[in-house]
């Protein structure tokens, strides 16, 4: 099953806003970095970490 960065993005944001409560803009901040940094040439560093 693939589903859309964009989709996953809004579900772990909203589930985190629900759940914990921080600010909106540290919420838009670290979904956004985790966007670019997800495009940006630390991408094959990061894949092994991340599974």
Known sequence: MD???WLALV???GLGIKLIRPPW???AVILLGGYL???SLF???IDPITK
Do not use: E, R, S, T
Request: hydrophobic share 75%; proline share 13%; glycine share 6%.
């Open 37 to 39: 940094l997800a495009d």
């Open 43 to 45: 991408a094959p560093l």
């Open 25 to 27: 803009w540290l919420v």
């Open 11 to 13: 579900v772990v944001g």
């Open 3 to 5: 589903v859309p960065l």
